[in-house]
């Protein structure tokens, strides 16, 4: 990859994880909201919860973090190669 088409990517991939991360943090939201008992994924230090639960939604929340940003990265990348014809990896 050129140098010019270095310095294009980099703010691409950073607007486009930035987007992923909001994205992810929606659909985790809407997941838990689903799966959960109804209200906001606890916290680690929150005793009211169970550590089996504490434990599932850290795992979700790893889970969809990583697929959404996984997705997001890929799309940005397949995309960059369709404007330049160059792979920015």
């Known amino acids: 990859m050129s140098a010019v088409n270095k310095v294009?990517?980099?703010p691409l991939s950073l607007a486009a994880?930035?987007?992923g991360g909001m994205l992810a943090g929606a659909v985790f939201t809407r997941?838990?909201?689903r799966i959960g008992d109804g209200g906001d994924a606890p916290e680690a230090a929150d005793l009211k919860h169970t550590t089996r639960e504490v434990l599932v939604a850290a795992a979700?929340?790893?889970a969809v973090f990583g697929l959404?940003?996984?997705?997001?990265d890929r799309a940005s990348a397949?995309?960059?190669r369709k404007v330049t014809g160059e792979n920015p990896g």
């Open 68 to 72: 959404v940003r996984a997705a997001v």
């Open 60 to 62: 979700m929340h790893g």
């Open 8 to 10: 294009l990517y980099k």
């Open 78 to 80: 397949t995309g960059y």
């Open 17 to 19: 994880s930035v987007a």
């Open 31 to 33: 997941v838990w909201s």
